[in-house]
């Protein structure tokens, strides 16, 4: 099965094939977990999460991946949003505990929480400022490393918009921190 494309088997995971499952996910688990590790602050336990609801989602979902040649960005789309909801998910546990006395309840938002953990406060507070067009390509090119054809993927939108879109963002961020 080694030397299968990821494409063909995601289409025989589509249609339950185990062996297929087991050699995707040797073949992506570890490029996954670093990644996923950079974006929840080197949290061992939150990136295992992360990783085995990612691979349970392909198992029931890889019926529907009709990509050609992009599914590494299929995969990491699905990841980012079982990160993002594991973010959620302790941003509740944590606020419900330690709620301030009058009752509020502030929670950032996943992105917010993962900036910060990752990068200095001014940082995060200038790439907060950045349209969310412009940040969603910092963080996928950037924060998450993808590839300017990975973040396009990712993104839904032309290789050359990520290009642009970066190139603002940085002319963007070099003036807000000076």
Do not use: K
Not at 78 to 96: G, Q, Y
Not at 167 to 172: I, L
């Amino acid at each position: 099965m080694n030397e299968i494309s990821d494409d063909e088997l995601l289409r025989r995971i589509g249609r339950g094939e185990r062996v297929a499952f087991e050699t995707y996910y040797a073949r992506n688990a570890a490029w996954l977990a670093v990644r996923i590790r950079r974006r929840c602050a080197g949290d061992a336990e939150l990136t295992a999460d992360v990783v085995q609801e990612t691979f349970l989602a392909v198992w029931r979902a890889a019926r529907s991946y009709r990509g050609s040649g992009q599914s590494g960005g299929w995969l990491w789309s699905i990841a980012t949003r079982r990160l993002i909801d594991a973010h959620r998910r302790r941003a509740v546990r944590v606020s419900t505990v330690d709620e301030p006395g009058d009752g509020a309840v502030t929670v950032a938002s996943a992105e917010e929480e993962a900036l910060a953990s990752s990068y200095g406060a001014e940082l995060a507070a200038a790439l907060r400022r950045l349209s969310p067009e412009l940040r969603a390509v910092m963080q996928a090119t950037v924060l998450d490393g993808l590839s300017v054809r990975e973040a396009a993927v990712v993104l839904d939108v032309p290789e050359g918009t990520v290009n642009s879109r970066a190139m603002r963002a940085r002319r963007q961020l070099r003036e807000a921190l000076s």
